[in-house]
């Protein structure tokens, strides 16, 4: 998800995190993000059976990648790894608040509260449109040392694990869109096509 969302965000503690990476942006990404139409995107990811350093150089990587593109949440899929892992910082301007790393996640439950509001996403740049979420979620994971983990969610950080675990199952926000007309406005100015959104009704 790009940064823009971080105006949204509620402060929350995190536990002490390994997972350390400056957050200046580079002047190249290290990894490849890939955009809508790329048939990566729509491949589902798989569980990561054993959590070691290769895991976590590659959620180092994803997060440089993501601070370069200036983004809040970035999935393995976006690019082209398919394995169960995504990477969230809701205070990317903060180098003291560390970021987030979640393997294997998985949501135990929703809350009852339906909210709408725009997303954008680092696989499809310029394009913000209106989605509708719960508010809150009870989220299973394990962390970057493999250590089991459970959080209860809401605001910008639900609505971000919700969005980047779409990824997971090689769905898009825009196959999450109601709205055709703006839907389809906005593929169309920022040069995407309409027929790589497989809608979710």
Request: one cysteine or more; proline letters at 7%; aromatic letters at 4%.
């Amino acid at each position: 998800m790009p940064r823009s969302f971080a105006q949204m965000a509620r402060s929350a503690e995190q536990s002490s995190r390994s997972i350390q990476v400056s957050k200046e942006p580079p002047q190249e990404s290290p990894l490849t993000i890939h955009t809508l139409g790329d048939g990566v995107l729509r491949t589902p990811a798989k569980r990561i059976s054993k959590v070691d350093e290769s895991v976590r150089d590659l959620a180092r990587d994803m997060l440089r990648s993501m601070y370069a593109a200036k983004g809040i949440g970035l999935a393995a899929p976006q690019v082209g790894v398919h394995k169960q892992l995504l990477v969230i910082d809701l205070d990317p301007e903060n180098a003291a608040a560390p970021p987030m790393v979640l393997i294997n996640p998985e949501i135990r439950s929703f809350g009852p509260g339906l909210d709408t509001y725009e997303e954008g996403c680092l696989s499809i740049p310029g394009v913000y449109l209106d989605v509708v979420r719960p508010t809150t979620v009870d989220v299973a994971y394990r962390d970057e040392m493999g250590r089991p983990q459970r959080m209860k969610a809401d605001g910008l950080l639900a609505r971000c694990i919700q969005h980047e675990m779409d990824h997971l199952n090689g769905v898009l926000f825009v196959d999450r869109v109601t709205d055709e007309l703006s839907l389809n406005a906005e593929l169309q100015d920022h040069g995407f096509r309409r027929a790589d959104v497989q809608s979710i009704r």
